[in-house]
């Protein structure tokens, strides 16, 4: 669906979120959710902060699983995708701390593989994901998997693009900063929530959505891998639509 602008989009979004905690609270069960970071999910996380604040949604039976985090990364580095959380979304809600999964920038390199494997079986453990947000990078990654990654890939150490470390410059103060990996869930672990909703806005997504919507399928543009699922939607504003 394409909305005049991201503040429309961001809360309708964030009401579908609300939605489905609601309708988990009715039958006494969790919601899973897949969070992104990124600019684009920030209106979302303050959209559902202010229900929670003004309208008493309650995220107790809430259960959080973020995409990816760079890797080597400290929880508290100003870049880190744990902070990036924190102050957007779960400082200022009533989530319980046990419930939220991030993956860890801090752990061995020899531990990785071992520690997808948990982060993977955790995401299981809790009957999967109920719903996946996603932002789109102008590589055509979701989540950190870019260009080259497989449609069954599982959460995994990653090489970041050229490009999105170009665009991730700003924050780190330079690009020579930014870290050349990360550690993403799988395009293959993306396609087992049972809904995901992919949201860009703004002009400089227009080319990558365009690509990602009507583009051949391919692992060149990972994002075009979600054509294959009827349980994608993609939320738009109108620039980022203006290239359909
Ligand atoms: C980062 C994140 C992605 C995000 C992308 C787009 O690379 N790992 O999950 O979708 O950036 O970011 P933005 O929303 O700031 O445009």
């Known amino acids: 669906s394409v909305f005049p602008d991201p503040a429309k989009?961001?809360?309708?979004?964030?009401?579908?979120?609300?939605n489905l905690i609601k309708d988990k609270q009715a039958k006494g069960e969790s919601a899973v959710l897949g969070l992104a970071t990124g600019a684009t999910p920030v209106r979302v996380?303050?959209?559902l902060v202010r229900l929670h604040k003004e309208e008493g949604l309650?995220?107790?039976?809430?259960?959080?699983?973020n995409l990816d985090e760079y890797y080597p990364m400290h929880p508290e580095a100003a870049q880190s995708y744990v902070r990036f959380m924190k102050e957007n979304l779960f400082s200022?809600?009533?989530?319980?701390?046990?419930?939220?999964?991030?993956?860890?920038?801090?752990i061995a390199l020899e531990d990785i593989p071992a520690y997808c494997l948990e982060y993977e079986r955790q995401i299981s453990?809790?009957?999967?994901?109920?719903?996946?947000?996603?932002?789109?990078?102008?590589?055509?990654?979701?989540?950190?998997?870019?260009?080259?990654s497989a449609p069954n890939s599982g959460t995994r150490l990653v090489t970041l693009d050229d490009l999105t470390r170009?665009?991730?410059?700003?924050?780190?103060?330079?690009?020579?900063?930014?870290?050349?990996?990360?550690?993403?869930?799988g395009i293959g672990t993306i396609f087992k929530a049972r809904e995901i909703i992919l949201m860009a806005w703004n002009q400089k997504k227009a080319e990558i959505i365009k690509k990602a919507v009507e583009?051949?399928?391919?692992?060149?543009?990972?994002a075009t891998y979600l054509q294959q699922s009827s349980s994608v939607e993609f939320v738009l504003d109108a620039d980022a639509a203006s290239e359909l």
Do not use: C
């Open 45 to 47: 996380y303050a959209e």
């Open 9 to 18: 989009a961001s809360v309708a979004v964030a009401q579908r979120i609300a």
């Open 215 to 222: 583009g051949e399928m391919s692992s060149d543009v990972p």
């Open 92 to 106: 200022h809600i009533d989530i319980d701390p046990v419930n939220i999964h991030i993956p860890d920038g801090t």
């Open 166 to 185: 170009r665009d991730a410059s700003f924050d780190f103060g330079g690009k020579e900063n930014v870290p050349t990996k990360a550690i993403t869930m």
């Open 125 to 148: 453990s809790y009957g999967g994901l109920d719903l996946q947000i996603l932002g789109i990078g102008r590589t055509g990654h979701i989540g950190f998997n870019e260009p080259g």
């Open 58 to 65: 309650s995220f107790k039976n809430v259960v959080t699983f």
